[in-house]
């Protein structure tokens, strides 16, 4: 038993380390995000507001045989550095089912009810609200999306007062809750079809499964067809960030070789090295050292699981390039000339839709689930750190601008849209971070207390 609890020590501690770098990661991106959306939203009300709108459409082509992609600058950021985002997501999508927070039913289950309850309630107040004869209900999606990076962002005000458990619980549900959207832009935000290239998209994705099946570890067949794909989807009329997501899924799991193989090749390696440089008779290595110096680099390579390699690479260029860039291109807004009236129905579905219906989703299907016995509220995870949570996931920012994009054609409504979905951003983000604040005065500590008692007892 002793040797058992060891061994396995190590592995809890490096899966904690991983988890905490990605939660930081994630929060420090929250603030480069909010930083372009204040850009955007001081350059459009500056009195050289009309660099901002001739910049972002600015025509940009790209030309292959005889077929033309020409979209402009702010489309290329919507729909081609986001099919990076959404590869993004999709890894973490896939991470998570397969050896994360949803791979088990048990662990899965209260993330998901709460995803599917932030999901729905939004989406049903919105098309309720809308069902009259000047709304708009195909906007039902705006509302559902929950913006990871600016919810930890807002975390970041509080510190270690908030229990990694609760980052954990936010991340879980809001994997789940871009799963959802994913499946909805692809079923209801989609042009009409080009059957022709939809066909075509067939052949690169039978190609990235090959690969797959096949046991390709290299990664640059994959992203190579993988841009293949996102032009198929692009000229076929369903958004070309779904291509983002169905190259995820092909993107292997395990690695070449296991490290117990790392280790002895290492050790062999490193021994040869060792022996060589006490013949060593000048600054130069030996051949044999740089063989083994090869080897091990070949192996380092080898060992690495390619998902969580692209995924580690791609957060990064995600969260500090492509996430700003698009804020800064997308939540422009000149104030004076926009319709910001709650009566409009599009405005108040959103704003009920985040505000009320987010929360209320989350904390109710969770909460009778739970009553229900169908699932089973993490013990050391408080019904007020879950309240928190559901406030939180009220800042839907990055994907509800991407969804209205979608939903509107009128730029009018669009620019409405993004007013009521900045302001519940911002409203949602500071009362979860205020309440969760007061948690950790008046009712986390109690918690924590009540947690570690239980654990001594159980001890």
């Keep these: 038993m002793a040797i058992s609890n060891k061994r396995s020590y190590p592995t809890k501690a490096y899966i904690f380390v991983i988890v905490e770098r990605f939660l930081a990661r994630e929060t ?6 909010f930083g372009a959306t204040i850009a955007a939203m001081v ?26 992609v020409d979209l402009s600058l702010i489309h290329w950021i919507n729909d081609a550095l986001m099919a990076l985002f959404f590869l993004l997501i999709g890894l973490e ?14 662990k899965a289950a209260f993330p998901i009810v709460a995803a599917i309850g932030g999901i729905l309630l939004p989406a049903l107040i919105y098309f309720i609200v ?3 004869p000047d709304g708009q209900t195909n906007g039902f999606g705006i509302p559902m999306a929950t913006d990871i990076a600016f919810a930890m962002g807002f975390l970041l005000i509080l510190g270690k007062r908030v229990p990694v458990i609760l980052k954990v619980f936010i991340v879980s549900l809001a994997i789940v809750d871009d799963l959802g959207a994913v499946i909805i832009i692809a079923l209801f935000y989609s042009n009409s079809i080009e059957l022709a290239y939809l066909g075509y998209a067939i052949i690169p994705l039978a190609i990235l499964i090959l690969l797959n099946v096949t046991g390709i570890r290299k990664l640059w067949p994959y992203l190579v067809t993988g841009v293949m794909l996102w032009i198929m989807f692009e000229l076929s009329g369903i958004h070309a960030t779904i291509a983002g997501v169905l190259l995820a899924l092909t993107i292997p799991l395990r690695s070449r070789i296991n490290p117990q193989q790392f280790l002895a090749l290492c050790r062999t390696e490193l021994s040869i090295f ?18 083994a110096l090869e080897a091990v680099e070949d192996a380092y390579g080898a060992v690495q699981n390619p998902l969580v390699r ?42 009920l839709g985040l505000m009320v219906g987010k929360p209320m989703g989350i904390i109710g299907f969770t909460y009778l689930a739970n009553r229900l016995g169908w699932v089973k509220k993490p013990d050391n995870l408080s019904w007020k750190h879950i309240v928190g949570a559901g406030v939180l996931a009220g800042v839907g920012f990055t994907m509800s601008l991407f969804i209205s994009h979608l939903a509107f054609t009128e730029l009018s409504m669009i620019e409405s849209a993004k007013v009521a979905i900045l302001i519940c951003s911002l409203v949602m983000g500071l009362s979860g971070t205020a309440f969760l604040f007061w948690v950790s005065r008046h009712g986390g500590q109690a918690d924590s207390t009540r947690n570690g008692m239980q654990d001594n007892k159980n001890q």
């Design 93 to 106: 999508i896939k991470r998570e089912l397969l050896v994360g927070e949803l791979s088990s039913p048990r």
């Design 130 to 132: 809308n069902l009259q």
């Design 310 to 351: 692209l995924e580690h690479r791609l957060h990064p260029i995600s969260a500090f390039l492509v996430m700003p860039l698009f804020a800064l291109a997308n939540a422009g807004v000149q104030i004076s000339g926009v319709n910001i009236s709650l009566l409009v129905p599009t405005n108040l579905g959103i704003i």
């Design 43 to 68: 350059w459009t009300n500056s009195p050289w507001f009309g660099s901002y709108f001739e910049l972002w459409h600015t025509s940009l082509g790209i030309e292959f045989g005889s077929h033309i």
């Design 28 to 33: 420090h991106s929250g603030v480069f995000l």
């Design 274 to 291: 060792k022996e060589c440089e006490l013949e060593r008779k000048n600054i130069l290595l030996t051949s044999e050292q740089q063989n």
